[in-house]
């Protein structure tokens, strides 16, 4: 089957394999960060752009990816791609309502699909060997789904993290030999964890919907207003953001260009 390739504008809404971890929590689609990634989704389909968002962690992943598939991966699996920037369509649910997956190593030959992931410290990168996460084991499995491969890989890869601006190494590298500096850890495809996900994705669009309305229809007021409705009105003024249910709220959602959706009781 030949893969089909998305471009930025039709991720737009959509969940792709580094979201779906926050659907596989204890709690499900009612935890905060389901409930707080429908906000995220919804907003793109409002803004029509995705929010650009890196932590240290997220950039230390970046500048070391390369490395690792170069020094690691490359001269083990020789016809390895790395392919990060490539996102693949898993299955279009509805509108706007798009699964993905955006693998960093694939190989035809073997085959299989590899995630890399590069800990920022040396406890986390021990940590993720002794009980890798759930989250990342989801995350290959839906990779998978997009590449049609039975085998998976997550290649933990420990480098140091001082870096310049450009991702330039600044500092020495760890004085560990590279062979005890990676790990890979096989994950082999599971249809039960593929239905999953496609149910647990369908169930999160009624929710990201259902958001998209609210705030679709919310309020759009000035700073002026708002102090207005704080200190004069003495409404009780919550950004939806820090609600722990953010379905529920129709009707009372305002927004400022300074504060984002607001709820106003």
């Not at 002794?130 to 290649?155: C, E, F, S, W």
Request: aromatic residues 10%; glycine residues 6%; contains cysteine.
């Amino acid at each position: 089957m030949k893969e089909v390739l998305l471009n930025p504008e039709q991720k737009l809404g959509g969940v792709g394999a580094s979201d779906i971890g926050k659907l596989f929590t204890k709690a499900g689609l009612s935890a905060k960060t389901a409930h707080s990634l429908a906000l995220e989704k919804a907003e793109e389909l409002i803004t029509g752009e995705r929010k650009k968002f890196t932590t240290a962690a997220m950039l230390h992943g970046i500048y070391s990816e390369p490395d690792a598939f170069n020094d690691v991966i490359k001269p083990l699996f020789p016809n390895s791609i790395y392919q990060s920037d490539v996102s693949i369509l898993i299955a279009d649910i509805g509108q706007d309502a798009r699964i993905w997956a955006s693998p960093d190593v694939v190989d035809e030959s073997e085959p299989f699909t590899l995630d890399i992931k590069c800990p920022v410290s040396v406890y986390t990168y021990a940590e993720n060997i002794r009980k890798t996460p759930d989250t990342y084991i989801v995350q290959n499995q839906m990779q998978m789904m997009a590449t049609g491969h039975k085998q998976g890989y997550l290649l933990f890869y420990l480098t140091a993290r001082e870096v310049d601006e450009f991702g330039n190494k600044m500092g020495s590298e760890y004085n560990i030999d590279i062979s005890e500096r990676h790990t890979f850890i096989p994950v082999s495809a599971m249809d039960e964890y593929h239905q999953e996900i496609y149910k647990r994705a369908e169930d999160f669009f009624v929710l990201r919907d259902a958001i998209y309305n609210d705030i679709a229809k919310a309020i759009a007021i000035s700073d002026e207003e708002l102090f207005h409705l704080i200190f004069k009105e003495k409404k009780k003024v919550t950004r939806l953001k820090d609600k722990s249910n953010l379905s529920t709220w129709g009707g009372k959602i305002y927004h400022t260009p300074t504060e984002g959706y607001l709820v106003v009781e």
